[in-house]
Nanobody, 124 residues
Framework: QVQLVESGGGLVQAGGSLRLSCAAS????????MGWFRQAPGKEREIVAT???????YYSDSVKGRFAISRDSAKSTVFLQMNGLRPEDTAIYYC??????????????????WGQGTQVTVSS
């Protein structure tokens, strides 16, 4: 059973930066495809970025060019560097993992493991 623990959320002004971390335990990190999702109040959970175990990345159009996903196998951790934050980025950010898929899915329902979420609030 894989456990995921996110950290790094907080309150930041528009234009600022945050770096989210997601530490994985209880499984083989190198076998996991990882994803970051977010959910704003009253909205559905949406994809932000993914990184496969082969280190291929995907970004949603809304964050492309501003966010960067990466992984550190030695630390069993995936990161989401968020620059140029906007008020519309305000949401709870969730880390997700799956190993039984060929690639990193873009659909939340296809992930097997989830963290508890970390709040990101961007003030205008």
């Amino acid at each position: 059973q894989v456990q995921l623990v996110e950290s790094g959320g907080g309150l930041v002004q528009a234009g600022g930066s945050l770096r989210l971390s997601c530490a994985a335990s209880g499984g083989t990190f190198s076998s996991l495809h990882m994803g970051w999702f977010r959910q704003a109040p009253g909205k559905e959970r949406e994809i932000v970025a993914t990184i496969t175990r082969g280190v291929n990345t995907y970004y949603s159009d809304s964050v492309k060019g501003r966010f960067a996903i990466s992984r550190d196998s030695a630390k069993s951790t995936v990161f989401l560097q968020m620059n140029g934050l906007r008020p519309e980025d305000t949401a709870i950010y969730y880390c997700a993992a799956v190993s039984r898929r060929i690639g990193a899915p873009l659909v939340a329902a296809l992930y097997d493991y989830w963290g508890q979420g970390t709040q990101v609030t961007v003030s205008s």
